[in-house]
């Protein structure tokens, strides 16, 4: 079982950064693909960038690829996602998910666990 726990939204100006935190219990995280995704007001929850359990490989969205970072600490049982040059169309509640199979790290239902997510709103 992991707990997942998501923390760093809040109201940015466009042009703006935040920086996305999750933290994991469980001493068997590094083990666990993990996965960030959003979900804006009537839409489905969407891809938005993952990272290998050991952090050396990442995936991106192609609407956030040279945007936003993701990355990881094991030792602190934590990812992070750094977001940089935020527009309004990054307003969503992000998710932080954790992946134990080798399956496809797009797809929201591969996932295993799930933590509450964070509001992240971009004005214009």
């Known amino acids: 079982q992991v707990q997942l726990v998501e923390s760093g939204g809040g109201l940015v100006p466009a042009g703006g950064s935040l920086r996305l935190s999750c933290a994991a219990n469980g001493r068997t995280f590094n083990r666990y693909r993990a996965g960030w995704f959003r979900q804006a007001p009537g839409n489905e929850r969407e891809f938005v960038a993952a990272i290998s359990a050991s952090g050396g490989i990442t995936y991106y969205a192609e609407s956030v690829k040279g945007r936003f970072t993701i990355s990881r600490d094991n030792d602190k049982n934590t990812v992070y996602l750094q977001m940089n040059s935020l527009k309004p169309d990054d307003t969503a509640v992000y998710y932080c998910?954790?992946?134990?199979?080798?399956?496809?790290?797009?797809?929201?239902?591969?996932?295993?666990?799930w933590g509450q997510g964070t509001r992240v709103t971009v004005s214009s």
């Open positions: 998910a954790a992946q134990a199979g080798y399956v496809n790290y797009a797809v929201a239902k591969e996932y295993n666990y």
